[in-house]
């Protein structure tokens, strides 16, 4: 890794400039750097990974992921996959239990790998659980494709009039169950507390009311996920990942300059690409004036979503929950039944704190013992607030942990809150707290950032030619961009796939680039 480049008097010419070395920036240089081309990384931060980094938060030893921990669609992605993580030592660690939902009866919603397991300790509901989400599960390659794609791929057209068949067939499965989950129908499945308090809790990650069409959406891939392919944690950390990342693109040859928070797209050397894994609030920032009225309008325009208050904590030891099964879960929702769920993010999503605000919590501790020394353990959470609040919810989040862990108190030895506001201030591809850089709704996913065929691309009012220091265009390809939020690599994917073809005139799957440099490095080594 590399000192800040010199500036404006000092350019140097390279094929390709990426600003922001989030996991997307990393995925999208690995990648046309695979394709033989010189690529600089430019990061504000001193140390790489932007969410994906692993600190000592609240005390010597105890190790907490910055911001993303657990990581469904990571496991699946198309790009990690490419890459192959375990040539670089990044090992996924599966959680027995990927995700679970304690109530307030001291029962539990558990959701196991295994469907069959889960809908046996569903009782009444199991049937209906594995009815809306077995057939997801069975097709969790198509799943992932479709969710984890551009957006602008269209599935295939049904090859019969009996019916649809392949990808196609599973949009319509995901769509339908969606529709019922995303709307009043909700209610008509299931008879029980603890399965609709599960699937509620997985669709709630969206930072929105979990009854419409994107937060069903959400919760159904999430769920069937646990099923599929786990809800995994990096050993020793999400640092791990974003290291492997970073030395990739340096074995490449390519640089990854630290300490250089870019505030005009003239600072940057002259290149024949540039990327930007920022926010729209970014590229409003970097490009300024450059930007044609009618873009700069519609990024204006763009509307960001809840936040979250991360609370860390360094624990004497293992959370003593009640409902037996949750110390054994890697994830765990707390915020009660359905009801009580949504009425806690209808809060949130009218600008409101919920006295009772929904926590996601994670103990990596359960698979992971080089998180804390000796017993001790880390428990890493955060819970739902307005977007840009400066409210530390470290009394709140503590006591909905001891709701459903009584004691929980006498273990902690230590906390650390970063509130929404200050998650924007450290991040900026992340205003005021929204870890997903807008919100996700279906025109959001679809046409984020801007209602665009190729919503990344951003060409640029230049004066006086190259003089001006400008790029004729830039290409976004951060959580902004499709295929949404989530640690995948493939929004630098998709951003690296266009660069190819509109600037250097290829059409080689960015994908088989990858695996074609890996291979490379397996042979020296």
Known sequence: MSTPATGPGGRTEVDVVVVGSGPNGLSAAVCLASAGLSVEVHEAAEGPGGGARTLEMTLPGFRHDHCSIAHPAGAASAFFRAFDLGASGVEWLQPEIPFAHPLDSGRAGLAH???????????????????????????????????????????????????????????????????????????????????????????????????????????????????????????????ALTDALVAEVERLGGRVVLGHRVRDLRELPRARAVLLDVAPSGLLELAGDALPAPVAAALRRYRYGGAVCKVDFALSGPVPWTAPGLERAGTLHLGGTRAQVLASEREVAAGRHSPNPFTIVVQPGVVDPTRAPGGAQTLWTYAHVPHGSRRDLAEEVTAQVERFAPGFRDLVLHTTTTTASMIGQQNASMPGGDIAAGAVTPWQLAMRPLPAWDPGRVRLRRSGGDASGLPEEVHLCGAATPPGPAVTGMNGVHAARRVLRQRFGTTADPLDLVRAARATAGSAA
């Not at 009444?124 to 069975?138: M, Q, T």
């Not at 669709?203 to 769920?223: E, F, Q, V």
Request: charged share 20%.
């Open 113 to 239: 790998r295994d469907l069959a397991t889960t809908a046996e300790g569903l009782g009444a509901d199991g049937r209906a659980w594995r009815s809306l989400l077995g057939p997801l599960v069975e097709r969790i390659e198509e799943v992932v494709s479709l969710t984890q794609s551009d957006l602008r791929t269209f599935p295939a057209v049904p090859r019969t009039p009996a019916g649809l068949t392949g990808t196609a067939a599973t949009a319509v499965r995901l769509g339908l169950r969606a529709l019922e989950q995303g709307s009043p129908l909700w209610d008509a499945r299931f008879r029980d507390d603890a399965a609709p308090a599960l699937l509620t809790g997985a669709s709630a990650h969206n930072i929105a009311d979990p009854r419409t069409l994107a937060s069903a959406g959400a919760g159904l891939y999430l769920a069937a996920m646990a099923h599929a392919g786990g809800w995994p944690v990096v050993r020793g950390g999400t640092q």
